[in-house]
């Protein structure tokens, strides 16, 4: 307990810049006061990856945000580049980009050119959110009723009005963290479901080669690894079934009957 009390003091102690203490925080977390923002010293990876930011959108903003955004990413294990980028933040989690525009201060008076920006950028990108920080309720309604005024398709792009620029980031970082993962599950469910109907065509496949008199299953995984296919086999002539597989000459004779002679494959099979 003594380690983990000091481990905890030297990672305060690498928040602190100065003289100022860099406060971190996960969407949902609170402390024991109710604030949103939790022990910083208690951080929960949530991803991994890396996080594009546009230069000219960061020199808008205050350092001390720029830098509560740094130590943000850096301890839920993401890289920042700054790039040139149409949005001002791209995410890159699993594989999957999901772009941002990031209003840390609605301005009633930037409205017309925040809604053109979206309409131009939503046809760019298939992930497109958009965080607004509205901290007052004049903001919050001037928000609402552009919004509505300008006939915003719902979900298209999505809007995220948020309380302050922090809980802002902090819910972008979470967004693209959930897209990611829900991309990997993806992948994994494809990849369970390719797999599932791989064995069920071998299934199908060892079947139907077995019902051949006198063929069992072990000459049937021995053809399905030579020749690979119903139609292959159907094809294949005694002799390549000779030389790809340790059938015997009667067995390969029998193959070759099954699918070819009408007389063999007419016939009851029933002894």
């Known amino acids: 307990m003594r380690e983990r009390e000091r481990e905890r003091e030297r990672e305060r102690s690498r928040r602190k810049k100065g003289g100022r203490r860099v406060i971190v925080f996960m969407a949902g977390s609170r402390g024991s006061s109710g604030d949103s923002r ?6 929960s990876i949530i ?3 890396v996080c594009m930011m546009n230069p ?6 205050h350092p001390s945000f720029i830098n509560f955004i740094s130590s943000f990413l850096c301890a839920n294990s ?5 790039l040139p980028i149409s949005p001002d933040l791209i995410f890159n989690n699993g594989g999957l980009s999901v772009a941002f525009i990031f209003e840390t201060n609605w301005d009633p008076i930037r409205v017309s050119s925040v809604f053109t920006r979206v309409e131009e950028l939503k046809r760019q990108f298939r992930f497109l959110y958009v965080v607004v920080s509205v901290p007052t309720r004049e903001q919050n309604d001037s928000f609402n009723h552009s919004y509505f005024r300008h006939n915003i398709e719902l979900g298209n792009p999505t809007f995220v009005p ?3 620029r922090e809980m802002g980031f902090e819910k972008i970082v979470k967004i693209a963290h959930a897209r990611g993962v829900c991309k990997r599950q993806d992948a994994i469910n494809t990849m369970k ?40 086999i159907s094809k294949a002539s005694k002799s390549f079934i000779l030389e790809t597989t340790d059938l015997s000459v009667d067995k390969a004779e029998r193959i070759v009957s099954f699918f070819r002679d009408p007389k063999y494959y007419l016939s009851p099979k029933i002894n």
């Open 78 to 82: 993401y890289r920042l580049n700054f």
């Open 38 to 43: 939790g022990d910083p010293s208690v951080i």
């Open 56 to 61: 000219s959108w960061r020199d808008e903003q």
């Open 47 to 49: 991803g991994g990856g």
């Open 162 to 164: 948020v309380c302050d």
């Open 193 to 232: 479901d390719e797999r599932k109907q791989a064995v069920q065509g071998i299934d199908r496949f060892l079947r139907v080669v077995t019902s051949i008199p006198g063929i069992d299953e072990h000459d049937a995984n021995a053809l399905v690894q030579s020749l690979g296919s119903i139609e292959a």
